[in-house]
């Protein structure tokens, strides 16, 4: 854990494990179909964000799939959190394994395991499911089963497990732009937290969603002048009281909101007194240089991440460090935790 916090114990990892969600928007960026997004578009592009990055970075995720030179680029003494689902954009074995789950439910990497992503110089593994707690308990069963047995893989091999659980809508999709849902939001990610807090599925770090939908939110910057559903009271204390369910470390990931409204989320967090251990940041930081790197290619990425980049990762880092607190303090301290060299 302490390879992937800052000297504070803070967690302010950057996120780059994206492969579905970047093929999609490379191939609309680039004007080319999925099937021509190359290996090596998505290789040279998680390699530029890691090398750019890295620097201002405690951590950095990555998948073993497009993500490995990505990882030999990051900067020295930046920790490495390798993904272990099987994503949508798969290629190596999509024919093999290209039926539809129901429920959301998530696979692993046929061909990967704990002991190769060690191999691979991980220092934790990140673990993504779908979860609703009203689901149908056959689903739910097999989902909870599911982190169960990953998480027994981690403690055996003596790793730090992160678990990124997202809800979703009746009708199976994400948060959209529906206030009903927005209603919904604040406790199924509660209930989701504390349910996951649970000793029996060895996570070591909880990757959770921002607890409401700003849009939906009056008085705060994000509000779009639509039917409000939460005011700004009731916001903040929708972060605390998603953060008193967690009973372990907890940070929180951007789910591919622009810059400033993951950055008003978190002095929300901030204002709310809610205990909280970092971020896992991805697109919030680096998603603008996608067109970049269609107009112009990996250098021109490259020159707007030292920039754009950069001053994205360095504001959310100001405001974390007002707010986030060492994830041992969820343990009762640091004198309460057994460090191992």
């Known amino acids: 854990m302490e390879k992937l916090s800052d000297e504070n114990g803070v967690i302010k990892a950057a996120a780059m494990d ?23 578009m998505m290789e040279e592009f998680k390699e530029a964000v890691s090398s750019e990055l890295t620097p201002y970075a405690s951590a950095i995720l990555l998948d073993p799939e497009w993500g490995l030179p990505g990882a030999k680029a990051r900067s020295e003494g930046t920790g490495l959190i390798m993904s272990y689902e099987k994503s949508s954009a798969s290629r190596d074995y999509s024919e093999v394994y290209s039926h539809s789950l129901p429920a959301k439910m998530k696979e692993l990497m046929p061909n990967w395991s704990v002991r190769k992503s060690i191999e691979k110089g991980a220092d934790a593994v990140k673990l993504l499911i779908y979860y609703h707690p009203d689901e149908d308990e056959l689903y739910n069963g097999q989902k909870e089963a599911f982190v169960e047995r990953v998480g027994a893989e981690c403690a055996h091999y003596d790793i730090p497990f992160f678990l990124e659980f997202l809800g979703y809508g009746p009708d199976g999709g994400g948060w959209k732009n529906d206030p009903d849902l927005a209603r919904q939001k604040p406790d199924i990610v509660r209930r989701s937290i504390a349910e996951f807090s649970r000793d029996k599925y060895n996570v070591d770090v909880l990757k959770v969603e921002i607890p409401v939908n700003l849009n939906f939110a009056k008085g705060t910057d994000a509000y779009a002048g639509q039917e409000a559903v939460y005011d700004r009271e009731e916001v903040l204390e929708h972060f605390a009281d998603a953060a008193e369910a967690a009973k372990k470390p907890m940070i929180y990931l951007s789910a591919g909101v622009n810059a400033p409204q993951m950055r008003e989320s978190l002095r929300l967090a901030n204002e709310s007194g809610a205990d909280w251990n970092g971020v896992l940041c991805g697109r919030a930081t680096w998603q603008n240089g996608i067109a970049e790197y269609a107009d112009s290619g990996v250098e021109a990425l490259r020159d707007w991440l030292k920039e754009g980049g950069v001053d994205n990762i360095t504001k959310m880092n100001a405001i974390i460090d007002k707010g986030a607190r060492p994830w041992y303090d969820a343990y009762g301290g640091r004198e309460e935790i057994e460090v191992i060299e």
């Open 18 to 40: 994206q492969r579905g969600s970047l093929v999609s928007r490379l191939s609309s960026a680039c004007e080319i179909d999925k099937s021509e997004v190359t290996d090596e």
